[in-house]
Nanobody, 121 residues
Framework: QFVESGGGLVQPGGSLKLSCVGSGGILGYYGIGWFRQAPGKEREGVSYISKYMETYYDDSVKGRFTISRDNGQNTVYLQMNSLKPEDTAVYYC?????????????????WGQGTQVTVSS
């Protein structure tokens, strides 16, 4: 349903821009969340954008990451600046629901292949 791309190896302080492309023209109807999972850790929410363009961030990435969407291109982006080694993880996007200031995947058992982000010198 979604294909994530844009990951790679970057030095601390560097930048990457992730893309999440949806199929079937459905992306514009939903809130979309970015999540990440580091080795040995649970998947966690990174950022969320509603269909009305409201944005939310985990405290660990506030001021460094920016989420945006282009419904015409069926794509959600995650611009990641000032990357830290602790940002190393596989990043996923998913249709998500906002509850308060937290977001949750609508289909928690269905994920794409993700894109690997490695921050290392």
């Amino acid at each position: 349903q979604f294909v994530e791309s844009g990951g790679g190896l970057v030095q601390p302080g560097g930048s990457l821009k992730l893309s999440c492309v949806g199929s079937g023209g459905i992306l514009g109807y939903y809130g979309i969340g970015w999540f990440r999972q580091a080795p040995g850790k649970e998947r966690e929410g990174v950022s969320y954008i509603s269909k009305y363009m409201e944005t939310y961030y985990d405290d660990s990435v506030k001021g460094r990451f920016t989420i945006s969407r282009d419904n015409g291109q069926n794509t959600v982006y995650l611009q990641m600046n000032s990357l830290k080694p602790e940002d190393t993880a596989v990043y996923y996007c998913a249709i998500s629901e906002l509850r308060g200031n937290s977001w949750f995947p609508s289909q928690p058992d269905s994920w794409g292949q993700g894109t690997q982000v490695t921050v290392s010198s």
